[in-house]
């Protein structure tokens, strides 16, 4: 038979038995801890073995987790840019189909009234159109324009214009036209006295302005607006109709001589702007999808989809449409000269040329080589035209130069199709289109989803991994506490029992 010794410890021994009480409260502890929370340690020293692959694999979570979101926000804004475009699409193809049946049309000469109406009408829609692809292209996602470029905070087009009335109070369409060419829609220049080194004025026809410092002036191309911005003038407003590219521009509307006078007085030290739609920049926004890839959201208000449907709005929408035929004689301008390297056409009767409007549409019934075509003007210093098409290569040869606006329609229903699908024979034109833009958008989306859902995955496995080093067993922790709450209870009831014992009871 067996039997519990009793006997009166030592301090050692109670000491002894309290420190083991101590442990296994702390193991206690440790153990409703790791219960409570899941986790094996509250802190990297408990998982010491483990702790480097851990912040390893959270560095690499928080990574992940910043990639899904810029991502994600990224693809947002791509979602709203497609929104903006497929609207911009939509309304270009309206557009174009209304023109298209009014360029189906036979008009006289003169024009009577319901084709007045007519053309009214087209006009009318044109501006509401422009209009429309201007609220489009100033989409604003998170306080961001996103088709400003790098200038997010300023809306990307500014037609400046509410009305119709005061757009063609301005583009009347004869002296001030609206650009025909891409080049002079986005120009982007802007010259102090500094640069320019001053500017002189000739009265015409044709009138001038002179650079003194020649080059400043080089990138300014024919049917850009320009703007003299003085406080003694004024906001002056010229189109240039041709550049000689030793810093003489060719302007309308032409000055008369007092007008010059004052402006050299006034304006020699004006501010030269030229004057565009287009607000944003030419900065491209780099997006990083991962560690090892970035895409370029470099798609902006002056892309040449965008460019090309605004231009050809805004030539149809500008005044003098209905304008008269006006034919300059063969004896006027003496012989003609057609250069195709040039794209151009030069009088042999200087300044025989001046007052045809850019944008115009021309014809010379009287040459063998050219009288089938129809030309656009796109530049005019007075004695050349620079034309689109290129002429075919003829010299002196008299004929008439029969020009009208009328042509217009048809140069912008060729514009409008570009803006749409870029056709490559039309060499003058940028490729680039709105379907193009859509393409551009929908293959960021694509790359896009696909980064986003791998990186959901790898993040889930790392969660995984991660899982597996700090976390505990839930089943295995809750039997250990219940052990050791067992062992703190019969330590308890040791300690009562050996606290009861005393020498009295022996004496």
Known sequence: ?????????????????????????????????????????????????????????????????????????????????A????????????????????????????????????????????????????????????GRYLFAGGRTSEPPVDLAFTTLNSFQA????????????????????ALSNNEHGGLTFAAGPPSTITATTAASVNG???????????????????????NDGAGV???????????????NADAADATLQTVSYYGGDSLVIEHRVSDTRTIDLGLNAKAAGFEKAIRALGILAQGGLDA????????????????????????????????????????????ALNNAQTFTITGNDGTTLTLDPPPNNEAAVASDAVSNNLGRLDYALRLLGDAIEHD???????????????????????????????????????????????????IEVGVRLQDEANALQMSFQAYARISQLSLQDYL
């Open 424 to 474: 490559s024979s039309f060499t003058q034109e940028q490729s680039g289109d709105l379907e193009g833009v859509a393409r551009t958008i929908g293959m960021h989306q694509v790359t896009l989803n696909r980064a986003i859902k791998e990186d959901q995955g790898y993040e889930v496995f790392l969660e995984t991994r991660q899982t597996d080093i700090e976390n505990v067993n839930l």
């Open 83 to 142: 929104a903006a475009t497929d609207a911009v699409d939509k309304r270009i193809r309206t557009m174009r189909s209304e023109l298209q049946a009014l360029t189906n049309q036979t008009f006289s000469n003169p024009l009577n009234q319901g084709q007045l109406d007519n053309l009214e009408d087209i006009q009318v829609r044109a501006f509401a159109a422009m209009q429309d692809v201007a609220d489009y292209l100033n989409t604003k996602l998170d």
């Open 324 to 367: 008269s035929d006006t034919t300059t004689a063969a004896g006027t301008t003496g012989t003609l000269t057609f250069a195709n390297g040039t794209s151009s056409v030069t009088a042999a009767t200087a300044g025989s040329f001046d007052g045809l409007a850019i944008g115009s549409s021309i014809t010379f019934p009287g040459t």
């Open 1 to 81: 038979m067996m039997s519990i010794a009793t006997r009166v410890g030592t301090f050692a021994q109670r000491g002894s038995l309290v420190q083991q009480m101590m442990m296994i409260q702390k193991r206690l502890y440790e153990a409703d801890v790791q219960l409570n929370t899941e986790k094996k340690s509250q802190d990297y020293a408990g998982i010491s073995g483990d702790s480097f692959r851990l912040v390893t694999l959270e560095n690499d979570k928080t990574r992940t987790q910043r990639f899904i979101q810029t991502n994600t926000i990224a693809n947002t804004r791509l979602e709203s840019m």
């Open 170 to 189: 301005t583009y009347d369409g004869a002296n001030i036209t609206f650009p025909v060419t891409r080049a002079a829609n986005v120009p982007d220049i």
């Open 249 to 263: 521009l060719t302007i309308t509307p032409s000055l008369t001589g007092p007008q010059a006078v004052t402006l």
């Open 220 to 242: 300014i191309q024919p049917g850009t607006l320009i703007r003299l911005d003085d406080p003694d003038i004024g906001d002056t407003q010229f189109t240039v109709t041709a």
